[in-house]
């Protein structure tokens, strides 16, 4: 059974930083990009940032700078982060996780055909 958790997320003040956890177990495939969305009420879910199976990193577009993929293994899991720094009450959303991403082009993250875990919110006050 194929189980995502994200964790991390929280309630923070403008201009802090937080590290987003996205623990991965019973997935055995290995797939070309990993990677990070997020979704405000009543908008689509927008993507941030992806990884590769070497560890290349992507980012959409307006992600640059201040959001941060990596990769790693804890206790036998693969392990996804995100890194944020300087946030802003703009990155208060539902933050999520999932084993497949799709990069049409340059700047551009999609949804893939993967997974997904249930999200971890953050808010950020200004």
């Known amino acids: 059974q194929v189980r995502l958790v994200e964790s991390g997320g929280g309630s923070v003040q403008s201009g802090g930083s937080l590290r987003l956890s996205c623990s991965i177990s019973?997935?055995?495939?290995?797939?070309?990009?990993m990677g990070w969305f997020r979704q405000v009420p009543a908008k689509a879910r927008e993507g941030i940032a992806a990884?590769?199976?070497?560890?290349?990193?992507?980012?959409a577009g307006s992600f640059q700078g201040r959001f941060t993929i990596s990769q790693g293994n804890e206790e036998g899991k693969k392990m996804l982060y995100l890194d944020i720094s300087n946030l802003q009450p703009e990155d208060t959303a539902t933050y999520y996780c999932?084993?497949?991403?799709?990069?049409?082009?340059?700047?551009?993250?999609?949804?893939?055909?993967?997974?997904w875990g249930q999200g971890t919110q953050v808010t950020v006050s200004s």
């Open positions: 999932t084993t497949d991403v799709n990069i049409p082009s340059p700047g551009r993250i999609s949804p893939g055909r993967g997974f």
């Open positions: 019973g997935f055995p495939f290995t797939t070309y990009y």
């Open positions: 990884i590769d199976h070497l560890g290349g990193s992507y980012y």
